[in-house]
């Protein structure tokens, strides 16, 4: 945790003072946003934490979209798709896939869901700075908008020679993208660093 900012304009150096929510740190020296105080609290995040981890779910297990071409009908979910690269020798693509539609979000979520109910139970274990690690860690793999955008790109290519029919999965998969959205516009690790000092010294 920086106790001190750095102007990106006149290269002043400040001292990080604590701000109310939803305000805004401003250099003494040109007037440059410093910082900004946007951060949800614990128990938000932890509520949008599992909402996330249930969207995961049902986003990799009920079908994307069904296609309907010369008669016969077909659905497939995320992990289909990735299996058929895999099958197709595309192995990079497809273990990426898997890593980023999956694995990722779901480990990113799930640490910081454990971490925020440490914190609000006040158990302070060496677990917990782990936790918070790897949460800084996953949040520079969130590629589930490029993932969308690709995967929109290809059903309009398709709905030229086939009739599409989006599903739960598709659905589940936006709504997802929307949460890590607003967890990553919240999230605050500096709020979660203090909340383990503050429960360390009761």
Not at 103 to 124: D, E, G, M, V, Y
Not at 129 to 137: D, E, M, Q, T
Request: aromatic share 12%.
């Amino acid at each position: 945790m920086s106790n001190i900012n750095v102007c990106n304009k006149c290269d002043l150096i400040v001292d990080h003072i604590p701000i109310a929510k939803n305000r805004h740190a401003l250099c003494p020296r040109c007037n440059t946003l410093l910082y900004t105080n946007n951060a949800f609290s614990i128990s938000s995040v932890l509520a949008l934490s599992l909402t996330g981890l249930i969207l995961v779910v049902i986003a990799n297990v009920f079908p994307m979209f069904t296609i309907t071409m010369l008669g016969a009908e077909e659905s497939a979910t995320l992990i289909q798709g990735a299996w058929a690269l895999l099958q197709k020798k595309f192995y990079f693509v497809g273990l990426l896939v898997i890593f980023c539609s999956f694995i990722a979000p779901f480990l990113f979520l799930s640490c910081l869901a454990q971490a925020c109910l440490l914190l609000l139970t006040k158990r302070n274990t060496p677990q917990l700075i782990l936790l918070l690690k790897l949460v800084k860690f996953f949040t520079e793999w969130s590629m589930l908008e490029v993932y969308l955008v690709s995967f929109l790109i290809a059903v309009f290519k398709l709905s030229d020679i086939a009739d599409i029919e989006l599903q739960l999965g598709l659905l589940s998969f936006v709504s997802l993208m929307f949460v890590s959205s607003l967890i990553m516009y919240g999230l605050n690790l500096e709020i979660f660093w203090q909340k383990m000092e503050k429960n360390a010294k009761r």
